[in-house]
């Protein structure tokens, strides 16, 4: 069964960082696209940064220069480094990957459990 498993969620004051995780656990035969996204019981889920097989990323414009995303494809964990921490940034995060089990098989969405992050000003 695979899974993916994060963490590093937690509360901090404005101004200060955070590092989430997100690994994978299981066997797989090969991940795309990775990525995080936020939500807030009031909101819908919204895209904080994606990064491709390739290392392309993309970011919202809300978190630019201040959250980055990155991959380790040895393994197969993905991160989102955040600095400058705002009281907008306090959410539910969620990571995503779009991975293929099998090499006999297609391309699945999974996700993380959620972890909080809290900011306070």
């Known amino acids: 069964q695979v899974q993916l498993v994060e963490s590093g969620g937690g509360a901090v004051q404005a101004g200060g960082s955070l590092r989430l995780s997100c690994a994978v656990s299981?066997?797989?035969?090969?991940?795309?696209?990775m990525g995080w996204l936020r939500q807030a019981p009031w909101k819908q889920r919204e895209l904080v940064a994606s990064i491709t097989g390739a290392g392309t990323t993309n970011d919202a414009d809300s978190v630019k220069g201040r959250l980055t995303i990155s991959r380790d494809n040895t393994e197969n964990t993905v991160y989102l480094e955040m600095n400058s921490l705002k009281p907008e940034d306090t959410d539910v995060y969620y990571c995503n990957m779009l991975l293929k089990r099998r090499a006999y098989i297609e391309y699945t969405d999974y996700w993380g459990q959620g972890t909080q992050v809290t900011v306070s000003s």
């Open positions: 299981g066997n797989i035969f090969r991940i795309n696209n």
